[in-house]
């Protein structure tokens, strides 16, 4: 048996936009910059796929800048971080943005961490406690890459606007929530926003990032001058069509795999009930549906993931950006566990088109490999 359960890491390239992406990758690859008819064409086919984008997730297409992913998304929404700014941020976030935070600290921003969130969930009185004067910036994950948590980012805004008179400036990093939760740019009132095709069945090496109008930032590359001087170079076009004719897909898809994903996930937890003890580290409602982050007692992950994978189980202990490291996450620090469970935690991210019966089984056989390196006396 081989099988996924890993879609927070990638997920596949769905036959629907490959067959969308081909023409433009193959046949008419013009530059979309050039003026002749070829170019015209690209040119064409890059603005609707900008507008469809816009469409789908509440902007309007002057605000999607088409970057390689999500971690240069990121990276160009926090570019502008200066010397002495004040930036309110949390350890739940993706690599990408804890590791620009300790850039921008080494270069002198003041950022505060976020002690303390439940289950991932951060408490919205905490949350404007955290910085004595109003921040420069506000940085969150709409959905929790590693225990699924959903945040209310609505909540969070009141708060920082009942705290300080201004909402200020928020960076939202909705990788793992694009094409799987309804997401609005204009409701969520926030200055920019970044996600990836790949985490909703598209294609790798494109992703945007959502810039509110009158928002200012400084670009990573100059040159060209495309994306109205945002970021420069030419556009993947096949990529960008592939994004949206996916995230097309996924939105009007969204209830049916919300649907099939607690299904499966039902289906999964029948499967290693037989190995308790186990913990559901993430919210237990509300959350992504399909995440599942478990703390196994007396397990090591690293072991646990080895055995896995030798059975074809296909999971991972958190991101899939930072692996190579050994160190727990820091997120499992902040949701409260213990540090002698840290090492025991495995990260399990269903994908709605997988077979049922193949979730349950692959849910047996990781209650079988727990129990054996529990050994006979667990």
């Known amino acids: 048996m081989a099988i996924h359960l890993d879609h927070n890491a990638t997920t596949p390239c769905l036959p629907e936009v490959w067959d969308a992406m081909r023409p433009w990758a193959v046949e008419a690859w013009a530059n979309p910059a050039s003026t002749h008819g070829a ?16 469409s789908l997730l509440g902007a309007w297409p002057d605000e999607v800048v088409f970057t390689s992913g999500a971690t240069e998304a990121n990276a160009m929404a926090l570019a502008g971080i200066r010397p002495g700014d004040l930036v309110a941020a949390s350890d739940l976030e993706h690599p990408s943005i804890r590791e620009n935070m300790t850039l921008a600290e080494s270069r002198g921003a003041r950022v505060n961490r976020l002690p303390r969130a439940d289950r991932g969930i951060i408490n919205p009185r905490d949350w404007a406690a955290l910085c004595p004067e109003a921040p420069n910036l506000q940085v969150a994950t709409l959905a929790g890459h590693e225990t699924g948590a959903v945040q209310d980012m609505a909540a969070l805004i009141d708060a920082t606007r009942r705290r300080f008179g201004d909402a200020g400036a928020w960076h939202i990093d909705a990788t793992q929530a694009v094409g799987k939760i309804p997401v609005d740019f204009h409701r969520l009132e926030v200055s920019t926003l970044s996600f990836s095709a790949h985490k909703f069945f598209g294609p790798k090496g494109v992703g945007a990032l959502l810039v509110r109008r009158g928002v200012s930032l400084p670009p990573l590359f100059v040159g060209g001058g495309q994306q109205r001087g945002r970021r420069s170079g030419t556009e ?23 649907i099939a994903c607690t299904q499966l996930r039902e289906g999964f937890l029948a499967g290693i009930a037989p190995c308790k003890p186990w913990e559901i580290l993430g919210p237990l409602a509300g959350g992504l549906n399909h995440v599942l982050l478990i703390a196994f007692s007396g397990v090591r992950s690293d072991m646990a993931l080895m055995a896995l994978d030798l059975e074809g189980i296909s999971c991972s202990a958190g991101a899939a950006c930072s692996s190579g490291s050994s160190l727990p996450s820091p997120a499992l620090a902040l949701i409260g566990l213990p540090e002698e469970h840290r090492k025991s935690v495995i990260r399990f991210s269903l994908g709605p088109f997988l077979n049922p019966d193949e979730v349950s089984m692959a849910g047996s056989a990781v209650a079988k490999i727990i129990a054996r390196l529990r050994g006979p006396h667990a």
Not at 39 to 54: M, Q, T, Y
């Open 236 to 258: 993947a076009v096949y990529l960008a069509v592939g994004m949206a004719k996916a995230l097309r897909m996924a939105v009007d898809g969204m209830v049916d795999r919300q």
């Open 39 to 54: 170019g015209r064409a690209a040119r064409r086919a890059l603005e609707d796929s900008r507008e469809e984008i816009a």
